[in-house]
């Protein structure tokens, strides 16, 4: 590591850009009043959140739009949630309370009455004041009931809509654009991108206190095109909905594209959902139910209708999809595009060449299903089933490790969930089934032991043959298939500003997985020590362990299985020198090894500067970060600030450094302004990028624009 350190202690003649930066930042601090601002997220709650989405992108190599699991964060940070009126599933919109802590809420207001001040909530079991801190941003206490009535006049009248519109590109020229004579490109039809390098985003949304809601988004990637030849309707992806909650025993219907969660995700949950985190005792999936799809993840997602009714301590839930999706044909007759059979399902959402062209939206998909649920106050209990039909059937490619993958063109689902509390446990669970008599199951337990003390603890086993082609339990892969595994999580408060959280996972995998040609097994650790200085100032000490297996490098007729070790070590420290002021420093070890081969390291550090000062019209980001790696394995992920409902989590990896600066404007009550330029700078490359994606060079930017109209 005495290179790395070396070479980065002679940055000091490259740090122009970033004082100059400042000095913007300074001289906007004498920019004109603002009557009123929208409410912002402390240190706590930014950095709980961003952990959640780091481990997301962790495991993850595709670009993702989590807005889907933030939605209800969003909305109460803007329409605070009454708590005296607020029901179990509106506590779960906030992700930082447990079914045990929501109980408790409810509890204490059917025993005392209305609440008449947050401060209340210190007086409840298992809500400590860390976590009160929490909420504080998302709740409010009023006596008045609201009452929203859904007559047409006072909906209009009093909904809210919110058009956004993005605009984004890299600046430097990638080989997919480069000009190649029409001679070319019929000799090579996949050797260039069919449109502009522009990404452009709109997101319509009507808003009538969650009750009445509509909306319409377009997509556009980079490389695709937008009313051109390849794409002659505009945008490559749109999705809309419709959503009418709290019909009398009507509780929820929807109609476009929505999700549809249940349990904890073993049989049904088409979303995102949060994983492994430093959070480490909430690992108990919050269903949901049916809500409208918000997100541009263009195949996680159902197309159609559904409705939940209640009745009494009984839910009962029904929904219809149907959609064409992304695949790997083969064609029988290739003048009308008749579908033989498919290899694969594609989930990029990239159609910026011929061939990824040809596989969009050839499969049609159809599924059919419904949950039933009975409740009281302690027991939950619910069933799951829906039937899934391909219009042609899917067939894999033979290989020995997708022996047990789904083939076919239909395939039923169906499962038991529970949630039981007891005392200060909260016990839960799931078991399903698919078609071909593959099993899957997990059981966990939540326990508040003391103020001090938390506990998790989590079995799962995923059968090899088990199929389904939407569920999204815990688990190490992705897939909850072909994975046994036991998960323990604690947070320990050892002091009034001493937290200690950390957890042990241990997994296994009977059969061969992708790139692992034998049974293998792993583990991960995590222990994290949070330090709270004081309320504006907040260090934490992480360390990560993860060992798994690979195919080994060396070619032999007996496979061989190399074990991989990833450690990282993470010094973080958020403070706020002044009230409106907030800096970040964080340094990020990381070493990685294969078998005998001796460890490689890369590093990361970075320093940020969030200005949000109040009464101001505007907020500023801004990050400078050097970093060093080896290789591509020891690539180290940090989330950045970006503009709403965009998410930047990209990944360092060689030697360089990169910079953002991010402005939003609030040009009035109606208006909002965001202009985001980062840029990327390799010390060691020529080159940037593979593919259609190479930059001739060594260096990126990234610009982006967003415009947020209220009205």
Known sequence: MNRKWSYHCKLSGNMQPSILLLLLMLTLLTAGRLDAQQPQLDLKQRETIISRIENIAERSERELDYSDLLDGLYFYLEHPLNINYARFDDFKQLLFLSDFQINKIIEYRNTYGDFLSVNELQAIEGLDPETINLLLPFITVSSSKPSYSLKPKNIFKYGRNNLFIRWGRVLQEQKGYQHLPDSLKGIKPNSFYLGTPDKLYFRYGFNYNNRVRFGLLGDKDPGEGFFNSSQPNGFDFYSAYGWIADLGVVKKIVVGDFHAEFGQGLTLWTGLAFGKSPDAVNIKRNARGIRPNTSVNENLFLRGGAATIELGKFEFTGFYSHKKIDANAVLVDTSDRQIDFVTSLQQSGYHRINSELANKNVLGETLLGGHVEYRNNFLRIGATGFQTNFAAPLENDGQQYKQFYFSGKENLNYGLDATLLVGKFNFFGEFSMSQNGGTAYLAGMQAALSPRVYLSLLYRNYGTDFQNLYGMAFGESGHNRNETGFYSGILLRLHKRWTFTGYADLFAFPWLKYR?????????????????????????????????????????????????????????????????????????IMRFKVGDHPFDYGFLLYQDVLIRPPQKPFDVSFRYAVFDTDTYDERIYAYENDVLYAFSIPAYYYRGSRFYVMLKYKVSRWLDLWLRIANTRYDNRRTIGSGLDEIDGNNRTDVKIQARLKF
Do not use: C, M, W
Not at 561 to 582: G, N, P
């Open 516 to 588: 692992v040609d034998a049974p293998s097994k792993g583990h991960e650790y995590l222990a994290q020590l949070n330090y709270q200085v004081q309320r504006d100032v907040e260090a934490y000490l992480r360390f990560r362990s993860e060992r798994k297996s690979i195919n080994a490098a060396d070619e032999t007729v007996v496979p061989k299985i190399d074990e991989t070790l990833r450690q990282s070590f993470r010094l973080h420290v958020s403070y706020a020198v002044l009230q409106f002021i907030i800096l970040k420093n964080r340094l990020e």
